[in-house]
């Protein structure tokens, strides 16, 4: 169902939007990876993605949409679960959980506004839906939206999405 109108759409791309004036008429030069380490604030998803082997995938020529969650989105899962999953036998399900976070293609706000659900990396879906002005994926919110990367985007999130068993 398409709730969404141009002006509900516009005002949220305003909203949202934290494209740097930096990256206004300059192409950027840092991938995916890179941008989230010069950030700070996603230390957790820098480490998961070292043990998940799937740093040089991001580094990649892309395009990728990654919606990243920040460190305190990984700070809300159950006591443990982090530490859990950085275990080397517990990779598969570590990728599985990162490439959730992941589209094969460059999807600014714009075009997410208009979309119902896309396609993560690992095959499954992700729900899209506006709620009260804002943008959430399943049920995490998208805080930050269009940071443009040489191969991509990154949106952020403040809830890690947890793939579907």
Same mark, same amino acid.
């Given at each position: 169902?398409?709730?969404?109108?141009?002006?509900?759409?516009?005002?949220?791309?305003?909203?949202?939007?934290?494209?740097?004036?930096?990256?206004?008429?300059?192409?950027?030069?840092?991938?995916?990876?890179?941008?989230?380490?010069?950030?700070?604030?996603?230390?957790?998803?820098?480490?998961?993605?070292?043990?998940?082997?799937?740093?040089?995938?991001?580094?990649?020529?892309?395009?990728?949409?990654?919606?990243?969650?920040?460190?305190?989105?990984? =700070? %809300?899962? &159950?006591?443990? *679960?982090?530490?859990? $999953?950085? +275990?080397? !036998?517990?990779?598969?399900?570590?990728?599985?959980? #990162?490439?959730?976070?992941?589209?094969? =293609? %460059?999807? &600014?706000?714009? *075009?997410?506004?208009? $979309?119902? +659900?896309? !396609?993560?990396?690992?095959?499954?879906?992700?729900? #899209?839906?506006?709620?009260?002005?804002?943008?959430?994926?399943?049920?995490?919110?998208?805080?930050?939206?269009?940071?443009?990367?040489?191969?991509?985007?990154?949106?952020?999130?403040?809830?890690?999405?947890?793939?579907?068993?």
């Amino acid at each position: 169902m398409k709730l969404r109108t141009l002006l509900t759409s516009a005002t949220l791309i305003a909203s949202l939007s934290v494209a740097s004036a930096a990256h206004h008429g300059s192409k950027p030069t840092n991938d995916i990876v890179d941008t989230a380490v010069a950030a700070g604030s996603f230390t957790t998803l820098a480490a998961a993605l070292g043990a998940a082997d799937l740093v040089g995938a991001l580094k990649g020529e892309g395009p990728f949409t990654v919606f990243a969650p920040t460190d305190e989105a990984f =700070a %809300k899962l &159950p006591k443990g *679960t982090v530490e859990m $999953l950085l +275990k080397p !036998e517990n990779k598969a399900k570590l990728v599985d959980i #990162l490439t959730y976070h992941v589209i094969a =293609a %460059k999807v &600014p706000a714009a *075009t997410a506004l208009t $979309l119902d +659900k896309a !396609e993560a990396l690992n095959g499954k879906s992700i729900a #899209l839906t506006l709620r009260g002005g804002n943008l959430f994926l399943n049920d995490s919110k998208v805080i930050k939206t269009d940071i443009m990367t040489s191969n991509g985007i990154i949106h952020v999130i403040d809830t890690v999405l947890i793939p579907q068993s």
